[in-house]
C-alpha cells in the first residue's frame, strides 16, 4: 500500500474521522469521506460523499474505487448500549456484514475501530493483551466483538484483509463529551463553561487515555501493515483514574468543579491495555497524558 492509495473513512466526519482524515490527507493519501452529516467546514484535500451507511446502495458507492476502507462509526456507545442494543445487533452489526459481503468481491483492506474499553470485559489485574479472552460486560463491547468474530471468519473463509484496531479512550481536537464518551473532553468543557463535572463513582475509575494525532499515526502506520497480525490495541499500557487527571488539570492551573454521582452498571472499574503490538508493528510512541492535556488545551489556546 503506497500513499497514493485511495482511503475512505466511513463515519469520517466524527471525531475519529475528521482527525484520521486530517492526517492522512496531511501525509499525502487520497481521502474520502462517506457520512450522513456534512462537516462544519470542508477540507479541500477531501472528498465528501453524503449519504446513509444503513442504505443498502450506499454499500456500493462508498466502496467503489477504493484501496481502503476505515470504518470509524457506531450509532451506539457504552452509555447508551443498555437502551439501544437492538439497534447495535440489528443496523450496526447487520450493514457492517454487508459491507464485508462487499469487499470480499472489491478485495479492499478495512480497518474497523474497535474498543479495546469494553470489548475485554472485567479487568484481570494487569494490562489486557489482545489474546486475552473477550467478555464484553456492556451491549457496545458486545457488538464490537461480533463483529471482529465475523471479520476473522472473514479472513480465515473469504481470504479478506481486515484488521481490528482496539481503541482506548481518545481524547482531543474535535472531541465532544456531549456524545457519551470523552472524560477529559468533559473536564476541560467544564471549565471553559464553568459547569459542574459529573463523575460517575468516587473518581477512582482508571482508564488508558491516548491522545488523538497518535491514534491517526498508529493507523497510517497500520495501513502498510502485511504481517500476520489482524487485532491491535491502540493505546499507551498506562492507566490514570479521574482524579489524577482532575489533579494534572489543577497542575496547569485549571479547577474543575465535580459533582460525584452513583457508578454506573456499564462501566468497567479499570481498563488499560498493552501497546507492544502497536509500537513493534507501527513505530508509534505515545506521548504522556500530562503532554497530551498540554497540547489540546494549547489546540483550544487555553494555554
Ligand atoms: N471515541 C471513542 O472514545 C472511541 C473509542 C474506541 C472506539 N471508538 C469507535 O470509533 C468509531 C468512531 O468513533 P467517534 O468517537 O469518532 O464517533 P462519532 O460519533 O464522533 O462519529 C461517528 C460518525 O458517524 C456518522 N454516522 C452516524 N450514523 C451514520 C449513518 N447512518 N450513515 C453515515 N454516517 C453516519 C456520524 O455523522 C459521525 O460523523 C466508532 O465505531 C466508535 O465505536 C470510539
Excluded at 477540507?43 to 477504493?66: K, N, W
Excluded at 484501496?67 to 451506539?76: E, G, K, Q, R
Excluded at 461480533?146 to 474535535?174: D, H, K, L, W
Excluded at 503532554?291 to 494555554?303: S, V
Amino acid at each position: 500500500m503506497n500513499k497514493n492509495c485511495n482511503v475512505m473513512i466511513l463515519g469520517g466526519n466524527g471525531f475519529i474521522g475528521q482527525n484520521l482524515s486530517r492526517y492522512l490527507s496531511d501525509a499525502g493519501y487520497r481521502v474520502c469521506v462517506f457520512d450522513v452529516r456534512k462537516p462544519e467546514r470542508e477540507d479541500p484535500r477531501v472528498r465528501y460523499l453524503t449519504g446513509d451507511f444503513f442504505e443498502d446502495s450506499s454499500i456500493d458507492v462508498l466502496t467503489e474505487g477504493q484501496d481502503v476502507i476505515i470504518h470509524a462509526l457506531s450509532t451506539i456507545n457504552p452509555g447508551n448500549s443498555n437502551a439501544m442494543y437492538m439497534r447495535g445487533y440489528t443496523r450496526d452489526f447487520v450493514q457492517t456484514i454487508k459491507l464485508f459481503d462487499r469487499l470480499t468481491h472489491t478485495k479492499g483492506r478495512l480497518i474497523f475501530l474497535s474498543s479495546a474499553g469494553t470489548v475485554y470485559g472485567k479487568y484481570p489485574g494487569r494490562p489486557f493483551d489482545e489474546s486475552d479472552p473477550l467478555r464484553p460486560i456492556n451491549h457496545y463491547g458486545s457488538v464490537k466483538l461480533c463483529v471482529e468474530t465475523a471479520m476473522r471468519a472473514f479472513n480465515e473463509q473469504q481470504g479478506t484483509c481486515f484488521m481490528s484496531c482496539r481503541i482506548t479512550n481518545p481524547y482531543g481536537p474535535g472531541q465532544d463529551y456531549l456524545k457519551g464518551v470523552g472524560f477529559i473532553d468533559a473536564v476541560v468543557k467544564s471549565i471553559l463553561h464553568r459547569q459542574k463535572l459529573e463523575i460517575w463513582g468516587d473518581g477512582s475509575v482508571v482508564r488508558d487515555y491516548i491522545y488523538i494525532e497518535d491514534v491517526c499515526k498508529a493507523m497510517e502506520a497500520l495501513l502498510h501493515y502485511e504481517g500476520d497480525m489482524h487485532t491491535f490495541n491502540i493505546s499507551t499500557g498506562v492507566g490514570v483514574s479521574q482524579v489524577e487527571i482532575i489533579r494534572l488539570f489543577e497542575k496547569l492551573g485549571f479547577r474543575a468543579d465535580v459533582d460525584y454521582q452513583a457508578t454506573r452498571s456499564v462501566d468497567v472499574k479499570c481498563s488499560i491495555a498493552r501497546n507492544d503490538k502497536m509500537i513493534a508493528a507501527t513505530g508509534v510512541v505515545c506521548r504522556p497524558l500530562e503532554q497530551g492535556i498540554r497540547d489540546y488545551l494549547t489546540y483550544l489556546k487555553m494555554l
